[in-house]
């Protein structure tokens, strides 16, 4: 979303030199009753100057600077998700049950010797499906399905600020083939806390570089930067660092690398004096 502060409008061309008008007549009549013929020349000419000039300013074009600023932010990240799943399959659904929950037993023990707390280990419900195998004849008939028992699967999830930590056990933790566990690790999702501040950081140096390309180009133009007429901010962008992750039109928020690199533009708009 873009945000937009504006300064505030002029009268029209004409509702002004209605003004100056009227301010001439007025002196006019003034002078009329209390100047001599001389005198009253002499003022009708100040005042034809006065007004001239008026409405030369009125009608001089007033110039603008367009720029566009850029501020970036390589950071780490602090925290890390990490998720994997254990299945086991058997014929007989109790059976399958009981050998699962040695297998979490297994897996909670592993992790806890290799230093995640136990409060840390957060194990989603058990999943059961029916296994079917399909049949069909030798000229290619469908002939329905047969049992062929249950599959139960129970994922596991790990947050932890441990970063490093929980990298080196996500690479690891095919130790566990060896207990005749079989786990699937899935790649660990890198996070920020301090979003909020960061974005702050970057809108302030977004904001002084697109200032310091105004003053430059009204320096090269011979001209003095005036007043902000508006200002709007670009979308926030997170990507992994020499990833070449192109920006999207909604906003990048990578999670794949711990490395990242933090970037939003501002687009402002200066008077020229």
Not at 8 to 13: A, Q
Not at 98 to 125: R, T
Not at 190 to 200: I, Q
């Amino acid at each position: 979303m873009f945000q937009t502060f504006k300064n505030p409008l002029l009268g029209g061309f004409f509702g002004t030199m209605m003004k100056y008008i009227d301010i001439l007549i007025k002196l006019l009549e003034i002078m009329t009753k209390n100047l001599s013929p001389i005198l009253f020349a002499l003022a009708i000419i100040i005042a034809s100057v006065v007004l001239g000039n008026a409405v030369i300013n009125r009608n001089r074009p007033q110039g603008t600077i367009n720029v566009t600023g850029l501020g970036e932010s390589n950071f780490t990240s602090n925290l890390v998700v990490w998720e994997g799943n254990f299945t086991r399959e058997s014929f007989d659904l109790k059976s399958a049950y009981a050998d699962l929950e040695k297998d979490k037993k297994l897996v909670s023990e592993y992790l806890i010797s290799k230093g995640i707390p136990a409060e840390k280990l957060i194990f989603n419900a058990v999943n059961t499906n029916p296994k079917y195998q399909q049949n069909y004849s030798n000229d290619g008939r469908y002939l329905g399905q047969t049992f062929d028992g249950y599959s139960l699967n129970q994922s596991l999830k790990i947050e932890s600020t441990e970063v490093e930590k929980v990298e080196k056990i996500s690479r690891e933790i095919t130790e566990l083939l060896n207990q005749g566990i079989a786990f699937y690790s899935q790649a660990p999702r890198y996070y920020y806390t301090e979003l909020e501040s960061l974005k702050l950081e970057m809108i302030a140096k977004a904001t002084e570089d697109a200032r310091i390309r105004a003053e430059r180009i009204a320096e090269n133009s011979k001209g003095d930067l005036g007043d902000l007429i508006s200002a709007n901010m670009g979308i926030f962008q997170i990507t992994g660092q020499n990833s070449g992750e192109d920006y999207s039109w909604g906003g990048t928020f990578n999670t794949a690398d711990k490395n990242k690199t933090a970037s939003i533009t501002m687009k402002l708009v200066f008077e020229v004096d």
